[in-house]
């Protein structure tokens, strides 16, 4: 079965300094790889998504993250955080089989991003 | 506005009671999915519809229901339902058929049970 690790709940970050948001999965074929952010009160926004291809992929709002299949991570990385930034963060896995079941996204407990003036 | 709305945005009902809660997918995309929130669950996949038909399913209870109407949107039927149901349900869209390629969420339905 596949599952999603986030290991930091919660994460203080100075406004201006670097960030890195750790995600660990386990999934028995080739992960499609997502992270997402929910501000209070919305849904959920899609950053960024790894399917192939380069292991480095840029997204939205100044975010990448860093596919490694040896240490089955996929880690979010900002170089300077801002305080509209402060939020909960989900990695999440999916995958391409078909024929249905119950293949849904995968998504880790979330981290929650503080800002700190 | 990510383009797929959800109705209601909050929900306050009584044990035992049915609910339904509806989502308009974005134009143009095919799939709907549930999920639902909660503190202690984290976001669970409920269930998938495509073009109308089930396609996927995950950690619904047999007293939830869904379906998804010739015109794209879907509703989720919540019955007899329990205090431990207060959750955010989420509902997200894509254009394509299998669930685990990501996709796009609405803002939500807070369901709270009393």
């Known amino acids: 079965a596949q599952s999603v690790t986030q290991p930091d709940i919660h994460i203080t970050v100075s406004e201006g300094a670097s960030l890195e948001l750790r995600c660990n999965y386990s999934?028995?074929?080739?992960?499609?790889l997502f992270w997402y952010v929910q501000s209070p009160g919305q849904g959920l926004q899609l950053l960024l998504k790894?399917?192939?291809?380069?292991?480095l992929v840029q997204g939205i709002k100044g975010f990448e993250a860093e596919f490694k299949r040896s240490q089955s991570s996929f880690n979010l990385r900002k170089p300077s955080v801002h305080w509209s930034d402060a939020a909960e963060y989900f990695c999440a896995v999916g995958g391409d089989r078909s024929g249905g079941g119950a293949d849904g996204l995968t998504f880790g407990k979330g981290t929650h991003l503080i800002i700190q003036p | 506005d990510s383009g797929v709305t959800q109705t209601p945005k909050h929900l306050i009902t009584a044990t035992g009671q049915r609910v339904t809660l509806r989502c308009s997918p974005r134009?143009?995309?095919?799939?709907v999915y549930w999920y639902q929130q909660s503190l202690d669950q984290g976001l669970q996949f409920l269930i998938q519809?495509?073009?109308?038909?089930?396609?996927a399913k995950g950690n619904i209870l047999e007293r939830f229901s869904a379906q998804q109407f010739p015109d794209l949107h879907s509703e989720l039927n919540l019955s007899s339902l329990e205090l431990g149901d207060s959750a955010l349900y989420f509902c997200a869209s894509s254009v394509e058929p299998v669930p685990g390629l990501g996709y796009t969420f609405g803002s939500g339905t807070r369901l709270t049970v009393v």
């Open positions: 519809y495509y073009n109308g038909e089930e396609r």
């Open positions: 999934y028995g074929a080739t992960p499609y």
């Open positions: 790894y399917f192939s291809g380069d292991t």
């Open positions: 134009s143009g995309d095919l799939s």
